[in-house]
């Protein structure tokens, strides 16, 4: 019956800390805390960008697409982890597979694209204050973060189809706690050369155009900030930037180390702290960092539980 029921199984088994199982009751815990405070924080700067008309800018808007990205970004990959590290059954159905890669893949690359248009904004902002209102109207901001939804998508739609058209001869027992592409390609039965061009091609235009447009805005925000001449000044000026820079070296430089680094370099284990470092903890602390480091969503927040306590 075993063998049969085996034989039939179409899923995937999940390894992900199997070998330690000291350490997934611990991980269970931390994650749990973690996704949790991930939904409450970036909840509540959707929340305070929509009930504080002062947040009604450009940049909250951008800033509350990428707190409901992080939400959903999360939930495609922890509470299936969280099942994992909960009982023996390590296994996920292929469909299940299917769609978290495909979810996961689709919202990372919104982000990496997200982060680049605020880049511009902050651009935009510093130093073209006198026209800012003009440049980032609603409609290109609307069109914009669309943009940066619909290629993430289309991206990931791509990059899905491409790897599980591979064959992997009945291989079904994926070394990670969660599907994604490298460790996927590793279950192949036949060369995936040109599978891995295609993954690094795709990364290339997905991190590093980005990346491009972000050094572009900050460099030409750096010079535009030094030229001003009052202390007070330049500090708000990079008070505004501080939040997302921040955002963005914690991002950016996680997922390049885990996609641009070689295989034969890393550990296995090694990846899959990284890798959750970049799904679990950066989207737990950017609701963090912007309200820790930005007066106005503190002000907001003031704000909004001031009325709570003073309507009881």
Excluded at 217 to 226: N, W
Excluded at 273 to 282: A, E, K, Q, R
Aim: with cysteine.
């Amino acid at each position: 019956m075993e063998q049969r029921n085996e034989s039939s199984f179409t899923g995937f088994i999940l390894l992900g800390f199997s070998d330690r199982l000291q350490l997934e009751l611990v991980l269970f815990v931390v994650l749990l805390i973690f996704y949790i405070f991930t939904l409450l924080g970036n909840t509540t700067i959707i929340a305070l960008s929509y009930l504080d008309p002062r947040l009604h800018t450009p940049m909250y808007f951008f800033l509350s697409n990428l707190s409901f990205l992080d939400m959903c970004y999360t939930t495609s990959i922890v509470p299936q982890l969280l099942v994992n590290l909960s009982g023996s059954d390590k296994s996920i159905s292929f469909g299940g597979c299917v769609v978290q890669m495909y979810m996961s893949l689709a919202l990372g690359c919104t982000e990496c694209i997200l982060l680049g248009v605020m880049a511009f904004d902050r651009y935009a902002a510093v130093c073209k204050p006198l026209h800012y209102t003009v440049i980032m109207h609603p409609g290109l901001c609307a069109l914009m973060a669309s943009a940066s939804w619909i290629i993430g998508f289309v991206n990931s739609l791509l990059q899905t189809v491409l790897v599980f058209l591979i064959p992997r001869c009945g291989r079904n027992k994926l070394d990670h706690f969660f599907c994604e592409i490298p460790p996927f390609l590793k279950l192949a039965c036949v060369d995936t050369t040109m599978n891995l061009y295609v993954t690094f091609f795709g990364s290339v235009i997905i991190l590093l155009i980005p990346v491009s447009l972000i050094m572009f805005s900050y460099g030409r925000i750096v010079r535009a900030v030094l030229r001003i001449k009052s202390t007070a000044g330049q500090r708000k000026a990079f008070g505004t930037c501080g939040s997302h820079l921040t955002v963005v070296s914690l991002f950016f430089g996680t997922a390049i180390y885990v996609y641009f680094q070689p295989s034969s370099n890393n550990s296995q284990d090694q990846d899959k702290f990284m890798s959750l470092f970049y799904t679990v903890i950066i989207p737990m602390t950017n609701p963090l960092i912007y309200t820790l480091r930005n007066r106005d969503v503190k002000g907001a927040m003031k704000k909004v539980l001031w009325k709570d306590s003073d309507s009881r």
